[in-house]
């Protein structure tokens, strides 16, 4: 490890060891037979675990990211997840669609929702509002599990697909079986990063605002500067929550098709390695999908760094996570908060995450 010009150490960004094996931080690819045969098992947290860096999540590890509040002064909750509404842009199948279902009162000639009845039920004439929804749980804001992606029929420690896939989910690994995480959440704004340094690889979205440009591969530097620019309080620790900024959000609304269909900004391999590296419980960032699409990078290889990090190293992707609402109340590090979908067998969760902090800027 190094220190940085803050005094914190750092992880040196050449390699570390694991589990006695020593990962570099390079773009080469894994040996795709080998880990179908089993190399990555058993995993980092040991044989038949379903919870990966989760269990760096310790009651001691929530104390201590409490203990960023001063209970003295005002904290504040920030929403960490992107509103869905119909037509949400997504990927393949994916959709959201949500119906107003209503009773005990005649709706305007324009209403399209279901009107079950419109009179209303018993003596005290009860009206009411419900709501009819279809919706994938991987997509808008989302934490994926460990099996989303595999190699072949092996997953996450050696989890067969073909044994734990049921017609209802899945009968290991679903989100069903988390805890609810409070830990430390450490922002790194590359936006930000990349902005201070002359607005190099950024382009500006139709409402104005600013947002890494398409197809960007955030770098190994980009992070570090980020890591510097937020000048954390300790250094990055395991269990924290990395969330990464790029603003590609800023494209949701006002221009969804390249939302969903330009390559987005993000990580390659090296770079995964090296957040891996802390032992994160979750890495996040506000695009649709981690790390870069490029097909010329992955040679073939599409989402590996999916890969590695549900496989390898045992680490959740949360994906669609927005932060911009941190950078516009001055925080870099704040208490994260995440309860997973309880639904049996699901592989993914969009319950919203959301943060405990207090602002150093803005209202």
Not at 29 to 35: H, L
Not at 52 to 59: A, C, D, L, R
Not at 177 to 188: A, E, K, N
Not at 306 to 312: C, G, N, P, S, T
Request: hydrophobic share 35%; glycine share 12%.
């Amino acid at each position: 490890m190094t220190p940085t010009e803050h005094g914190h150490p750092q992880f040196d960004r050449r390699h570390y060891v694991a589990r006695g094996e020593e990962i570099a931080f390079d773009d080469i690819p894994f040996d795709v037979d080998a880990v179908e045969a089993g190399a990555w098992v058993p995993g980092p947290y040991g044989a038949g675990d379903q919870l990966g860096s989760f269990n760096e999540v310790t009651p001691e590890k929530s104390a201590k990211a409490l203990g960023l509040l001063d209970v003295t002064r005002p904290v504040e909750t920030f929403n960490l997840a992107e509103t869905l509404f119909n037509g949400f842009p997504a990927i393949g199948s994916r959709e959201f669609e949500q119906r107003l279902y209503i009773t005990g009162f005649q709706p305007r000639p324009e209403f399209d929702g279901i009107a079950a009845s419109t009179v209303p039920h018993g003596n005290n004439r009860i009206s009411t509002f419900e709501e009819r929804v279809t919706l994938t749980y991987n997509m808008g804001t989302k934490i994926n599990g460990l099996h989303h992606c595999g190699v072949a029929n092996t997953f996450y420690n050696g989890f067969k697909g073909d044994e734990i896939a049921e017609t209802w989910g899945s009968n290991r690994l679903g989100t069903d079986g988390l805890f609810p995480i409070v830990t430390r959440g450490v922002l790194l704004d590359v936006l930000s990063y990349k902005l201070d340094a002359g607005g190099g690889d950024v382009d500006i979205a139709p409402n104005g605002q600013p947002h890494l440009r398409s197809n960007y591969r955030i770098s190994v530097e980009d992070l570090e500067g980020a890591l510097e620019r937020a000048a954390l309080s300790t250094p990055i620790e395991p269990g924290d929550v990395i969330v990464i900024r790029t603003g590609w959000r800023q494209l949701i609304e006002t221009a969804p098709d390249r939302y969903i269909n330009d390559l987005v900004p993000g990580p390659f391999l090296r770079e995964t390695r090296w957040l891996a590296s802390f032992r994160p419980a979750v890495i996040g960032i506000d695009v649709w999908a981690y790390g870069s699409l490029d097909p010329e990078l992955d040679g073939g290889r599409p989402c590996i760094c999916h890969q590695e990090l549900f496989m390898r190293f045992g680490i959740r992707i949360g994906e669609g996570l927005p932060s911009d609402v941190l950078v516009d109340a001055g925080i870099t590090e704040f208490v994260f908060c995440f309860n997973a979908q309880r639904v049996r067998g699901a592989v993914a969760g969009n319950s919203p995450p959301f943060a405990l902090a207090q602002r150093t800027s803005g209202r």
